[in-house]
């Protein structure tokens, strides 16, 4: 037995009972024995037992005050792939709902979006989420995987680490920020930032220490002088400085209006005033620019009145501080904090009255019911979040696939193409380009053979097989389902006894806007 892990085990507990008095600590203990069975004897490349890593993740998801499931779908995320364990038992010994659960982060893994065109990464990584959100809990227990894979960086070799912090910060960092994690996208752009571009890294932290020093002094003056006229009004505030994330300080620093000057950026360090109630906030500001003047044009945002459309609610307001400088100031209560950190999984922890049904909002959110079939992602979830209150209804709504009528086919490359339902490799093949589809010898489906008729479920992966010469089959036209393969599939039969001639016109418009 390992003390220091069982310790670390007894820490999880720990933090799972302070919010979840509900919780199945049996279970929860079960999945700790089943997962150190299946990783025995292996390490990480750190040289520590590879089972910390699942408990560092399951750790993770029990600070975002996630629920029961999700801490043992985390703890045994890697016994299939990387342990001896295999699905059956999973499903025995946890349900179903675990192994799809568990299932689910090894298919985001399997997903590589790195290759795609610039144009069509966001609506890939839309869609990656649409396949993903058939149960949010995935996307959550994911980004914690990979938040511990981050910390612990340093172990791999180098080439590995500038790979996955590209890979963090291309994917899971927007992905954070889609699910409204905002804090996890932060800390998981710092943790990458110096893997991936290090010379970058350095010159930020060179030239930003001076400012940081000066700037938390004057911080630290106006929290003191804050604190004691909000305890004069009554109101218990809690006060910290905050530092801007250095990845986006980054970002902002060689935006070409900025050009490196830190006197045009004013949230480097932005003061936050944490009070318990709203109407505490707005007095909060009274005082605020009682003692500090607002800066006049810039000056306040009321995002409490107006929530942004991610959901977002604070006041932010720019004052003059010591020494004329400008400070950026957001008041907000505990609840808007806790939710602006973790975003979704804040849910779990509080409920209020709902007002409409969950799958009439997720329906019209998601654009299901407008003609165009809008996918207007980031609202949708954010939008279901924000009216998903009760954690009971919060559960069902997650694990509510308003999609499950369409079929998003992913190829190697993570291109996605939307086909209708019953569709198959061949129909898949040419919808990626006709000239694919006459050459289809074969198809594999998340690595597995699959026959030509095979019908093609939504999230797999599709590979097709080419073969060296046309191989069309008359015998296709009785499963392939989508317009364009049939016509294209009764075109080279026809061409075949007609003329053998290609029309490229033809070619041109059949092949226009089949790429989604
Ligand atoms: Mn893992």
């Not at 910060?169 to 932060?186: D, F, H, Q, S, W």
């Not at 909000?230 to 990845?247: D, N, Q, W």
Request: hydrophobic share 40%.
């Amino acid at each position: 037995m390992n003390r220091k892990l069982e310790k670390e085990f007894q820490d999880l507990i720990k933090v799972v009972k302070e919010h979840d008095e509900k919780a199945n600590i049996e279970k929860i203990k079960f999945a700790w024995e089943f997962a150190k069975i299946a990783h025995t004897d292996q390490k990480r490349l750190s040289g520590e037992p590879f089972v910390n890593h699942p408990l560092q993740t399951a750790k993770i998801l029990a600070e975002w005050r996630l629920d029961s499931t999700s801490i043992i779908a985390a703890l045994l995320h890697d016994t299939i792939e990387d342990g001896g364990a295999v699905r059956a038992d999973i499903v025995k010994e946890f349900g179903e709902e675990v192994a799809l659960l568990v299932d689910g982060v090894t298919k985001v893994t399997a997903l590589r979006l790195k290759g795609s065109k610039e144009e069509v990464y966001t609506e890939n990584l839309r869609k990656l989420l649409l396949v993903m959100a058939k149960d949010l809990r995935v996307v959550l227990v994911k980004l914690a995987d990979r938040f511990h894979n981050m910390r612990t960086l340093s172990a791999l070799p180098a080439n590995k680490q500038n790979e996955n912090a590209i890979e963090t910060l291309e994917i899971y960092a927007p992905l954070a920020e889609r699910v409204g994690v905002g804090e996890v996208k932060g800390q998981l752009e710092d943790l990458a930032f110096p893997f991936a571009y290090p010379k970058e890294f350095k010159k930020t932290i060179e030239t930003s220490k001076t400012h940081y020093k000066e700037v938390e002094s004057y911080i630290g003056k106006m929290r003191r002088v804050l604190l004691r006229k909000l305890t004069k009004e009554g109101i218990k505030a809690k006060i910290h400085g905050r530092k801007k994330h250095l990845y986006s300080l980054w970002k902002k620093l060689n935006r070409p209006e900025i050009n490196w000057d830190f006197d045009k950026i004013h949230d480097v360090v932005a003061m936050r005033i944490i009070v318990n109630r709203i109407p505490q906030c707005y007095t909060a500001l009274g005082v605020v620019h009682g003692t500090y003047r607002p800066v006049p044009n810039i000056g306040v945002s009321d995002f409490i009145a107006q929530p942004k459309p991610s959901g977002y609610r604070s006041i932010h307001t720019k004052v003059f501080g010591p020494g004329r400088r400008i400070v950026e100031i957001q008041i907000r209560t505990n609840k808007m904090h806790e939710q602006a950190e973790f975003g979704i999984a804040a849910h779990w922890a509080y409920g209020e009255a709902k007002s409409r049904g969950v799958k009439d909002v997720i329906l019209e959110a998601m654009g299901v019911r407008t003609d165009e079939n809008k996918l207007l992602w980031v609202k949708q979830l954010i939008n279901w979040q924000k009216e998903i209150t009760d954690s009971k209804e919060f559960l069902e709504a997650v694990k509510f696939d308003a999609f499950h009528h369409r079929n998003f086919i992913f190829s190697p490359m993570g291109d996605v193409y939307d086909l209708p339902d019953g569709s198959t490799p061949v129909d898949f093949a040419y919808a990626i380009h006709s000239d694919l589809g006459s050459y289809t010898k074969g198809a594999r489906a998340d690595g597995k053979m699959v026959p030509l008729d095979y019908k093609l479920k939504s999230g797999q992966v599709v590979e097709i097989l080419k073969s060296k010469t046309p191989n069309v089959n008359a015998d296709w036209l009785g499963f392939a389902v989508t317009t364009v393969a049939r016509r294209e599939i009764k075109k080279f039969i026809q061409g075949k006894t007609e003329a053998p001639k290609v029309d490229d016109n033809n070619r041109h418009l059949s092949n226009k806007g089949k790429k989604r």
